[in-house]
């Protein structure tokens, strides 16, 4: 056990290394000279070169790279183009208010999928078992903004029920947000569903197929035991750690989501960033995500092989 | 295999054979309801592509500050936007630019993640090792997310934003490629050709490829899809196809700020251009996959 997650933690380091490698790399790609692009084409070139100077753009990338990174590990991001303020801040914010809609997201999709899937799976290859994974299929492929776009019509526009802007009048309570946030987590709850829910079905295809199983049942235990201690025990293991990876889609999800719904998290951060060409907000941000994806991932394996006595015992992938 | 009686591929079928097989899966094919239904879809837009733009009833991006906004009738169909111009024309030719980015990004990316995965599943060792773990880390970011970040430090246009999705495709269909090459590669076939001394670009391109051409087919399809949802949520926030285009992610993104208003018709019609595309190349894949697999 302790091997398997010496050896886990080593490959989230590398690839998290390798990802600020990446990160830095197209940062520094475009913006060539920062001073430039901050003060614009009419500068004086003294300006631009003191500016320069003062921001540390030019010095040598390799310095430039070591700089940044023993910075960022120890909290400090840098300091914004767009806003000239530490950069830091601005992501714990954004991360915090994205943590919330990707939970409302995670709440409702997660028991949604499995228990479609688990239902897929026990009427396999009957007219319920297609229609299930077709919409499944069809909702994971649909652009967010394009599904956002039709919920906010049917539901903002037409019916009225729900608001259409995800950010809450300031002092609104745990339910007022909760109101809010709703509408927007159903784009993300549909790109996550399909895959979840396919996932959970070969899952439990495979438990029912199970010589356990099988067993469950000759030697006489109710229909719903078997189902509950037995099944599902072994189908949702797998499920677990692909809700995990699903992080990732959420985050990507989330760049639009907050951009349709006017909501400052992490996505319409990123975007901000991009539009502005504001280098270390956009870095910042994106390694950010990949620390959460890194950690996600790692929690998944972790969560899985505490589940799963194969992994914790046989300490063998 | 220049000289054929001097070498003949041991585990091979007959041609014969094959060539019945093919027949067969594509009768199965067309015999496919979601297949067709899908194609169906696809044709549909691919036609709206190339023949659109001479059949529709005004110039998809002719002004009319007269007649701006106006719901759906008889001479607009779909409305006008809010430069008064007529959504129903903006819509049917707005499958052009989407439909030449997203196939050749994944036309690219297939190339690239086919010769990727093949060196890696054939050479394993540390050239595999080295190779997985960057694969790993890319596909450790929303390929959105990848794609902004490139976009920015490259600059928009139609050629980045084909590059871009390429290359952020080319690891995950290497991983595919790569799973399918390590089955194969430890067949008797390979190593028959081993035995006749052939090099490993022979035997990866010439006997290994086309054994593992229906998983990279699969595969494919799918990140078409993918390549389509991509574009268009990049052009929906400004980094995929520019203005002036009528290209549908790029008029949602320009008239999503009017809803509120109650002008549902300016958007409506060109999300459900895109949703009916990605689930028609989707119904396609599903179809095939449903061949490939039996």
Partial sequence: MARFLLKRVALSLITLWLLSVIVFTAGQVLPGNVGRAMLGPFADQRAVDALNHEMGTDRPLLVQYGDWISRFVQGDMGRSYAYRAPVAPFIANALANSAKLAAVAFLLVVPLSLAMGVLAALHAGRPVDRSIMVAGMSATIVPEFVSGIILILIFGVWLRWLPISATWPPGAGFFGQLYHLLLPAIPLVLILFGYIARMARAGTLEALDADYTRTAVLKGLPQSTVLWRHVLRNALLPTVSVIATQTA????????????????????????????????????????????????????????????????????? | MSDASAAPRPVSAPETTVAQERRERAGQLLSSPTFLTGAAIVVFWAACAIFGHALVPYDPLADDMLNTLLPPSREHPFGTDQLGRDVFSRVITGSRDILTVAPLATLL?????????????YSRGIVDEVLSRIVDALLALPTVIVALLALVALGTSKITVVLVIAFGFTPIIARTVRAAVLAERELDYVAAAKLRLEGPLHIMFVEILPNVAPPILV????????????????????????????????????????IGGGYWWTVLFDGLAIASLVIGVNLIADGIEGVVNG
């Fill in chain 2, 219 to 258: 595969e494919t399809t799918v990140r078409l899809g993918y390549a389509i949802f991509t574009v268009a949520t990049l052009s929906f926030i400004g980094f995929g196809i520019q203005p002036p285009s009528p290209d549908w992610g790029l008029s949602i993104s320009a008239n999503y700020g009017l």
């Fill in chain 1, 249 to 317: 889609y959420l985050i990507g999800g989330l760049v639009v989501i907050e951009t349709l719904f006017r909501y400052q998290g992490i996505g319409s951060l990123i975007f901000l960033a991009a539009n502005k060409k504001d280098f270390p907000m956009l870095e910042a941000g994106v390694l950010a995500v990949g620390c959460v994806f890194a950690v996600a991932s790692l929690l998944a394996d972790l969560i899985y092989s505490w589940l799963n006595p194969r992994i914790r015992f046989g300490a063998t992938e």
């Fill in chain 2, 109 to 121: 990316g297939t190339l690239g993640g086919t010769v990727l995965g093949l060196a890696m599943g």
